[in-house]
């Protein structure tokens, strides 16, 4: 129904962004309120926060372009960067993909995983902020984290900002770095859930699903850019929070 969609569309764009997983959100919404997100809304919820990445970067991404067209060493290092950081999900995501639907229903796994993300969230607050630019290795590291990701309450923006973080990044360039490698992974993620779908459903509703979590997006984007400096770390005890709420009501 439309409220059902309302509900997982602002779900789906306020945590996809937010380093408090998505995965975790909707699987603990789902056990608590028997609110499910079905194969074809979830990839077009995805399809709306993968717009809202688009949009919220389209200067930097057509300057990347730009600069690839015109053979500039910049633009290319960083784009053979992305490239690099994104093999390890690439390479292991359709492999492990079966055992992390199973990890999925067991509520107790999630809310650990959540409190994993809400650890490590909450170590950036402990560690100097540096100003470095992120190198090959830098690239590849975040790109472990993105891997790591991929199981349920484990935040992708959580992991891989906080592994820029400890890796000396200056944490804007690891917001931007974190969400211009998400492109290809939830790109590609999107059209291999596409062999799951039978039928589509009702195409309005599914527009406004796209719609809400694309504006939702952007709002946890602005929010995410101007607490990544110095309060990026809050978002840390809230998972752990949540991990605990939900292991005493769930486990």
């Not at 229903?105 to 809400?118: D, N, W």
């Not at 969230?121 to 630019?133: A, D, E, N, R, W």
């Not at 790591?148 to 900002?161: C, E, H, K, N």
Request: net charge positive; glycine share 10%.
């Amino acid at each position: 129904c439309m409220i059902k969609t309302i509900i997982l569309s602002v779900v789906q764009g306020l945590t996809e962004f937010l380093p408090i997983s998505s995965s975790g959100h909707l699987a603990l919404l789902g056990k608590l309120f028997g609110i499910t997100e079905p194969m074809p809304l979830a990839v077009f919820l995805h399809f709306g926060t993968l717009l809202a990445v688009v949009i919220y970067f389209i200067n930097p991404i057509r300057d990347l372009l730009r600069g690839i067209f015109k053979g500039e060493r910049q633009s290319v290092s960083y784009t053979l960067k992305i490239i690099l950081a994104t093999i390890p999900i690439a390479a292991v995501g359709i492999i492990i993909e079966p055992w992390v639907v199973q990890v999925f229903t067991s509520m107790t796994i999630v809310a650990i995983l959540l409190g994993v993300t809400g650890v490590v969230v909450l170590m950036t607050g402990i560690v100097g902020k540096g100003q470095k630019s992120i190198n090959y290795p830098a690239a590849l590291l975040i790109g472990i984290a993105q891997m790591v990701a991929i199981l349920p309450g484990i935040s992708r923006s959580g992991m891989t900002i906080s592994a820029g973080i400890f890796l000396g990044v200056a944490p804007e360039r690891a917001f931007r770095f974190s969400f211009l490698l998400s492109i290809p992974a939830v790109l590609g993620a999107n059209i291999y859930e596409l062999r799951n779908i039978s039928a589509i459903g009702n195409i309005p509703e599914l527009l406004i699903g796209v719609f809400i979590s694309c504006i939702t997006g952007l709002v946890a984007l602005k929010i995410l850019r101007s607490l990544v400096y110095r309060k990026f770390y809050y978002f840390g005890p809230y998972c752990l929070i949540v991990s605990i709420l939900a292991l005493i009501l769930l486990g």
